[in-house]
T-cell receptor, first 113, second 114 residues
Framework: EADIYQTPRYLVIGTGKKITLECSQTMGHDKMYWYQQDPGMELHLIHYSYGVNSTEKGDLSSESTVSRIRTEHFPLTLESARPSHTSQYLC????????????FGSGTRLTVV | AQTVTQSQPEMSVQEAETVTLSCTYDTSENNYYLFWYKQPPSRQMILVIRQEAYKQQNATENRFSVNFQKAAKSFSLKISDSQLGDTAMYFCAFMYNAGNMLTFGGGTRLMVKP
């Protein structure tokens, strides 16, 4: 079944560690997105990609980086995690045509201690 | 830039009753899409219903329907015969026809009570 997968589901990590949040989709979608969801549940776009080798920063400034080497894979990396990075991170993808909406992954809940 | 406003941070409804969640948006565009997403506790966000702005007929998906008022820039979600499984955060979202970038509202937390 076509879907979008995020790993890990939960992560607790110490300050200063490098981490990579994985996101993969099996739908062949060109467009992929990363959202940060704060405790109040509001969603903030932090990165997006319109295809292989395309990455852009979103509305909310983030110290994370992303890469898009393969269509199906859109990992997010934090070089040095800090407590302020504690949040839920949601990955999503969409078809090229507008209007179909996004398909979301289950999210990664990150806690930096 | 477009904005999406959900004025009800929290709502509750008794099981089997009907509830309406409000959403307003601001745009100068004429062609766009509107969506309602549901995020159950600790679960995946899923698309509930969508509306194309050029269609006057309100979208319906089983117990979920919308009241789309284009002139008023209003897009409310009605849930009929509420079920316990409807307990979730609900997000209203807007997308320009040409942009394919979703803008989300702040969300409404809905609690269905037995």
């Amino acid at each position: 079944e076509a879907d979008i997968y995020q790993t890990p589901r939960y992560l607790v990590i110490g300050t200063g560690k490098k981490i990579t949040l994985e996101c993969s989709q099996t739908m062949g979608h060109d467009k992929m997105y990363w959202y940060q969801q704060d405790p109040g549940m509001e969603l903030h776009l932090i990165h997006y990609s319109y295809g292989v080798n395309s990455t852009e920063k979103g509305d909310l400034s983030s110290e994370s980086t992303v890469s898009r080497i393969r269509t199906e894979h859109f990992p997010l990396t934090l070089e040095s995690a800090r407590p302020s990075h504690t949040s839920q991170y949601l990955c999503a993808s969409s078809e090229h045509n507008p209007g179909g909406g996004y398909t979301f992954g289950s999210g990664t809940r990150l806690t930096v201690v | 830039a477009q904005t999406v406003t959900q004025s009800q941070p929290e709502m509750s409804v008794q099981e089997a009753e009907t509830v309406t969640l409000s959403c307003t948006y601001d745009t100068s565009e004429n062609n766009y899409y509107l969506f309602w997403y549901k995020q159950p506790p600790s679960r995946q966000m899923i698309l509930v219903i969508r509306q194309e702005a050029y269609k006057q007929q309100n979208a319906t998906e089983n117990r979920f329907s919308v009241n789309f008022q284009k002139a008023a820039k209003s897009f409310s979600l009605k849930i009929s015969d509420s079920q316990l499984g409807d307990t979730a955060m609900y997000f209203c979202a807007f997308m320009y026809n040409a942009g394919n970038m979703l803008t989300f509202g702040g969300g409404t937390r809905l609690m269905v009570k037995p």
